[in-house]
């Protein structure tokens, strides 16, 4: 017993020295890290193509294009989520998404625009922007949470003594840099991925990254650890940062692998 106290409160001084200012949102930062990763990974010319049709230099610079819109009047009908049915663990296109708003069904949609070379250049360009963006969404967890709760948006905890919600936890302190720049931190998350791990999640439909990004709300978002009241415990926050740091890396390989199906003559 003694043991496990020594342990606990080892944890809870390890989880109270981390810069927890450091964790940045899986909107502004998340997504510009997911798109330099998937830019490392760009074949040459799929980058040149980019660049000369739609004059993006770079992807981080488009990252967070889709969440400035929403605030616009006109915004788009899309949906940065799937709510998944409760007690349900992969996603049902009919019954999750009959409107086909959802971020899964989205994903699909852009996809087609962007491979037709005979549409605008102008709604190419939004789907790829659309893409860059939804498909780092996809990879968030708590973005394929239960529809009940709206992705863990109605459950309160705490997070290093500051009160919030689940989905947020997920969306924004769990990235943490350790003092590394995104650029800096981009480029390690993407040389410390495996040639298997490489070859592994460069497959795969949109609807199987949201049955992985629901599996993983179910087995280790949802299933809360509190050190005292609701906050958080320091083993949750480590899993959940491992976890969160996967995630970006999939995003971006699998961005990367979208772009080079899509865009290669």
């Known amino acids: 017993m003694r043991n496990r106290s020594v342990r606990y409160l080892l944890g809870c001084i390890l989880l109270s020295s981390l810069p927890l200012q450091e964790g940045l949102a899986w909107g502004p930062a998340g997504h510009r890290i997911v798109g330099r990763i998937a830019e490392m990974n760009l074949d040459p010319e799929v980058l040149k193509a980019i660049r000369k049709e739609f004059n993006i230099k770079h992807l981080a610079n488009v ?19 799937t709510n998944i049915a409760m007690g349900h663990r992969s996603y049902d296109p009919q019954r999750d998404c009959p409107q086909k708003r959802c971020v899964t069904a989205k994903i699909e949609e852009y996809k087609s625009i962007l491979s037709d070379f ?108 509190f050190s005292s009241g609701r906050e958080l415990s320091p083993d949750y926050i480590r899993t959940g940062r491992k976890i969160v740091e996967k995630q970006l890396q999939r995003a971006g390989l699998r961005l990367a692998e979208t772009l080079n199906q899509l865009l290669k003559n």
């Open 118 to 225: 005979h549409s605008s250049v102008k709604s190419r360009k939004e789907a790829f922007k659309f893409l860059v963006h939804l498909v780092a969404d996809v990879h968030q967890p708590m973005h394929l949470g239960n529809e009940k709760d709206r992705g863990g948006n109605d459950i309160s905890v705490n997070f290093g003594e500051k009160q919030t919600n689940l989905h947020r936890v997920w969306d924004h302190d769990l990235i943490f840099l350790a003092g590394k720049s995104q650029r800096q931190f981009a480029r390690e998350l993407n040389r410390s991925i495996t040639l298997e791990n490489r070859k592994l999640w460069s497959r795969g439909s949109p609807g199987d990254w949201s049955n992985e990004s629901r599996i993983l709300a179910l087995d280790y978002g949802y299933p809360l650890e």
């Open 63 to 81: 990252a967070n294009w889709a969440d400035e819109i929403k605030k616009s009047p006109h915004k788009p009908d899309v949906l940065h989520y």
